[in-house]
């Protein structure tokens, strides 16, 4: 049985932000603006941090965040949007409509620092 996230765990105010592909840009790559969903501004979440690693990319050594975020269910929330906390920005890999009710969402996230 599904277990509804308590209000009290909710301690995080996030914004969730979809992509809107804009015109290409002189290298050829499409430009990406980000803008928070019309309900997605100032949503109470659980955000929980499941592991941590670090990757070498081009000689470099890069941590990357794994986490799980819990929110009450968002219309338009894809694996395509993101979410922004404080000044940190987490990914969504993975968006899940808890026992499809449209009462909670799981998010599975990544953060990569800049």
Do not use: H
């Not at 932000?17 to 990406?32: D, L």
């Not at 979440?45 to 690693?53: D, E, F, H, S």
């Not at 986490?67 to 009450?72: A, F, G, H, Q, V």
């Amino acid at each position: 049985m599904f277990r509804l996230t308590p209000i009290g765990e909710m301690r995080n105010v996030v914004d969730v932000q979809s992509p809107t592909i804009g015109p290409a840009t002189a290298s050829g790559t499409p430009s990406v603006t980000w803008s928070t969903l019309p309900a997605g501004a100032n949503v109470w979440a659980r955000i929980k941090t499941l592991r941590g690693r670090e990757l070498e990319r081009a000689q470099n050594i890069v941590a990357t965040t794994t986490l799980k975020i819990n929110l009450r269910w968002l219309a338009g929330v894809t694996a395509e949007c993101r979410v922004v906390f404080g000044g940190r920005t987490f990914y969504v890999n993975q968006a899940t409509d808890l026992d499809q009710r449209g009462i909670e969402l799981e998010l599975d996230c990544t953060e990569t620092p800049a």
